[in-house]
């Protein structure tokens, strides 16, 4: 079956004001780019989140342990190796990797943040980064955000960007980001990788609250596999070049604008990582509403997104509303059957207690065949919901991630 028609590749993204971008081939990967930059004319807050794995990369270790400075100038970015399991020596190189672009930039390393994708347990090249750090430098402009998002490509079969803009004290602000992600994802902070951009004035404390709640209610709404990265990572800067009165409190009205257009971004992004997930054909969103208490209505919605029996049936196009209940059954979730009614793509399949009939059945498998389709499941046990974004489950995934190092 063919792939999702995805987004066309932008020939040019335009970043937030006071921000710069880049992406080089440094000779990591055989083609294509695999080095990326993002830098702020200034000092911008920082705020990221990252895997709760307990086998991380040295770039999430280095990342992690300088965000407590929650200001900094830029994120070097490489693909194709992620720096994992490489113990002291891949330490050292995230170090390396960090200081040679805060050197090229002008600025203190500690401001650097990095980040690293790809083959787990390969040392990384070092030697190719520090060398094509300087050409990757002096190519910066506010226009190439999109070979930084090519250069964070691994398995992905597209770029991934978005952007929205909102009005915060009559000063217009944007917010663009871009990320990377096909596999081995299903986060619990972030993606494998997201870089956010804004040139809002938000101090620290308050872009750290903005992130955390958009995380959890886009990034980690999101699954192809089940699967955590050890790379997760996501980043937001903010450099008030923008202009406006800094957003001190979340509870201002300047703040929640402006965390309704950081969602906006970053919920485009997650579901083109969901529609690009490896081998996908389908983009699926999972609505539960119903549930006993949040809880409940959670952990529904992640059985079915990660479901090997629900997905296959996606591929396959068959209104198989067994294989939804089962796996919520097997949850152990409160549902009363009588009132649970299960609808794909809109339509009743299951209510009642019963089956609604082939006729149901038929108009159902027509709308799977769709690129995007909406699984919605109503229990009946209360008035609780939760959503998950997920993909289909087809033979290329198993052909991608049987030959993935080989």
């Known amino acids: 079956m063919p ?18 971008a880049g992406g080089v081939h440094c000779g990591i990967k055989k083609r294509g780019l695999d080095l990326a930059l993002v830098a702020s004319d200034e000092p911008a807050s920082v705020a990221g989140v990252f895997t709760k794995s307990t086998v991380v990369g040295a770039p999430v270790e280095l990342s992690r342990d300088r965000l407590p400075r929650r200001t900094g100038r830029g994120v070097v970015v490489n693909s194709g190796i992620s720096n994992v399991g490489m113990g002291a020596r891949g330490r050292r190189a995230a170090a390396s990797m960090a200081r040679s672009a805060a050197q090229t930039l ?30 990757l430098a002096e190519s910066l402009t506010p226009e190439r955000l999109d070979r930084a998002a090519r250069a964070i490509l691994t398995t992905d079969t597209v770029p991934k960007w978005a952007e929205a803009r909102t009005r915060i004290d009559g000063r217009w602000v944007r917010v663009a980001g871009i990320a990377k992600g096909s596999g081995m994802i299903e986060p619990n902070m972030a993606t494998m990788l997201s870089f956010l ?35 997760d990572t996501v980043l937001l800067f903010a450099n008030g070049c923008a202009g406006n009165p800094p957003l001190r409190t979340s509870r201002s009205a300047g703040t929640r604008r402006f965390t ?14 969901a529609r690009d997930g490896e081998g996908a054909t389908t983009l699926v ?48 979730v409160k549902l009363d059957a009588e009132k649970t009614e299960v609808r794909l793509c809109g339509v009743p399949v299951y209510k009642g207690g019963r089956s609604t009939g082939p006729a149901a059945r038929k108009k159902a498998a027509k709308g799977l065949s769709e690129p995007e389709v909406a699984i919605d499941v109503r229990l009946g046990a209360g008035r609780s919901s939760a959503r998950m974004f997920t993909c289909d489950l087809t033979t290329d995934y198993v052909r991608i991630n049987a030959e993935y190092t080989t």
């Open 3 to 20: 792939r999702n028609k995805l987004r066309p590749p932008a020939e040019k993204i335009v970043l937030p004001k006071g921000f710069r």
């Open 106 to 135: 002008g600025c203190d390393e500690e401001d650097v943040l990095v980040a690293s994708t790809g083959v787990i347990g390969e040392p990384l090249p070092i030697e190719k980064i520090r060398a094509a750090l300087p050409r």
């Open 197 to 231: 951009f804004t040139d809002a004035a938000v101090s620290p404390r308050t872009l750290h609250a903005a992130l955390r709640e958009v995380a959890d209610e886009t990034y980690n709404r999101l699954t192809i596999d089940g699967e955590g990265s050890t790379s």
């Open 260 to 273: 309704r257009a950081l969602h906006e971004v970053a919920e485009d992004l997650v579901r083109q990582l």
């Open 285 to 332: 969103t999972v609505n539960v509403s119903g549930a006993k208490n949040p809880e409940e209505a959670d952990r529904a919605a992640r059985r079915i997104a990660n479901s090997l029996l629900v997905k296959t049936a996606i591929f396959g196009r068959d209104p198989n509303w067994g294989r939804i209940l089962q796996t919520i059954g097997a949850g152990r």
